[in-house]
């Protein structure tokens, strides 16, 4: 194969991750954005074996590996509940980290191979390329393991902070710049195995400090980290397709990041400096001081809805963890039949990662037309009967909006406490991720429904049908 041919066919595949990312942006055209995506992966992966023109051996290897992979991939994707979703993306991130820093260390060791020089005389070009790559795939891959561990529940969801956190970060930092300049003056092997050092170090410390409540932003920010470590490696490798795959996985994770951080009201700088949210704990009856909690059945909750003439239900992370999307979908399909307009409301940061609650209400197959976004559902709460909240708790707290020395104030939050009766599925009245009390449950028109989502929701369904 040319050259000039190989380039195109990258370019093509190029052209079919961008339709793949343009498909993923809505649910009715994902499944084809995928497959675009598949297309072009697969017409890289041929054209890079075509065009290295690898011995039989070699290429055995490599199909060997690739079948492996590919196994492994396919099992751990269909076993994998939904509600683990965020901590295997996490995983995922840090394998292309650790794919990073391995590439250029093979770069490092035989040049010759990819054409960039030979052992003690590479390219200057290519030796900063190879430095920025695997730093980058270095702190992706230790910030991805925190993050898989804080999001698997292994580790606290709590800030982690250490003394002084921010000047030994700056500190490694600088150490950091300094050995990527002295690797590339002298191209010692000592120096580049100390870059991967100080960048697994500062993986650690930048993701250790970030409570869970950020956890949306750090899921998208590593995304956004993957595809800047492998575009820096294709350089190096002098790949045109993982340049673009890398740009196009790297900008669109930036993107996505600045959307969470505008989610939460929240910069970027101050995600990165940490310190905010942790694991929920319940809240005893002694702390409710004067407060008074209205507390409800499931036949309470079926009575309401059924005459109800609109219900907004809005999903959260203890759907998720009870699974109960499909119930809710029961429950859904049983108030239109007694003529109940019925719509969903999510919140951008509203799970674990972006986009967790559109996947889990594909998966038990909501209309699309049903699902809205923040923005546009949110002023028709004041209009509603119902608001249904199933485990979404920091996204409905009206501190967020009304009180100014509330850590999350200035959040854009859905406004369920403006519908004429708010019903709120909930274990306890522990505080969410973020580690606030909601003041939504003390409301006069909140209901609480204590009890594992999916039984609370099967037990109203049960109600509907008598």
């Not at 070009?125 to 230790?142: D, H, P, W, Y």
């Not at 079926?302 to 998720?320: D, F």
Request: charged share 15%; glycine share 12%; aromatic share 6%.
């Amino acid at each position: 194969m040319t050259e000039n041919f190989a380039a195109f066919l990258y370019l093509v595949s190029g052209v079919l991750f961008i339709l793949a990312l343009r498909g993923l942006s809505h649910p009715t055209t994902s499944r084809q954005g995928n497959m675009f995506g598949m297309v072009g992966m697969a017409i890289a992966i041929v054209t890079t074996l075509l065009l290295a023109g690898p011995s039989f051996g070699s290429l055995v290897l490599i199909v060997l590996g690739i079948a492996i992979g590919g196994a492994g991939g396919a099992i751990v994707a269909k076993r994998i509940p939904m509600t683990a979703m965020p901590q295997l993306v996490a995983a995922f991130h840090s394998l292309v980290g650790l794919a990073a820093v391995m590439v250029a260390a093979a770069a490092l060791y035989a040049p010759e191979a990819i054409g960039i020089g030979t052992v003690g005389n590479i390219h200057g070009q290519a030796l900063v390329e190879m430095s920025i790559g695997v730093a980058i795939g270095a702190i992706t891959f230790t910030g991805s393991i925190i993050a898989f561990l804080k999001l698997d529940g292994r580790m606290s969801g709590k800030p982690i902070m250490l003394p002084s956190r921010h000047l030994i970060n700056i500190a490694l930092g600088v150490v950091m710049v300094a050995l990527v300049i002295g690797f590339a003056v002298t191209e010692s092997h000592v120096m580049f195995w100390l870059i991967v050092l100080v960048a697994l170090a500062l993986g650690v410390l930048l993701i250790v400090p970030i409570g869970g409540a950020d956890m949306p932003v750090v899921v998208s920010m590593l995304n956004s980290y993957s595809g800047w470590a492998a575009a820096g490696i294709g350089f190096t490798l002098q790949n045109l397709a993982l340049i673009i795959t890398g740009a196009l996985v790297g900008s669109s994770g930036a993107i996505l990041s600045y959307i969470m951080c505008k989610g939460m009201n929240r910069s970027f700088i101050s995600v990165i400096l940490g310190g905010f949210g942790g694991e929920s704990g319940p809240a005893g009856a002694d702390d409710l001081g004067d407060r008074t909690v209205k507390q409800g059945s499931a036949e309470d909750a079926a009575y309401l809805m059924k005459n109800a003439g609109r219900v907004i239900i809005v999903p959260g992370y203890g759907m998720a963890v009870a699974q109960a999307q499909h119930a809710l979908r029961e429950m859904a399909d049983k108030l239109k039949e007694e003529g109940v307009e019925v719509k969903y409301a999510i919140h951008p940061v509203a799970g674990r990662m972006p986009g967790h609650m559109n996947v889990l209400l594909a998966e038990a197959n909501v209309p699309y037309d049903d699902v809205f976004e923040l923005e546009d559902i949110n002023s028709e709460f004041a209009q509603t009967d119902v608001a249904f909240v199933i485990g979404a708790n920091d996204v409905t707290n009206p501190a967020a909006r009304d009180d100014k020395a509330s850590p999350i104030y200035g959040m854009p939050i859905l406004n369920v406490d403006q519908a004429q009766t708010c019903l709120f599925i909930k274990r306890s009245l522990g505080s969410g991720y973020a580690g606030i009390d909601n003041t939504l449950f003390y409301k006069d028109n909140t209901m609480m429904l204590f009890s594992d989502a999916k039984k609370m929701v099967e037990d109203i369904v049960k109600s509907l049908n008598d």
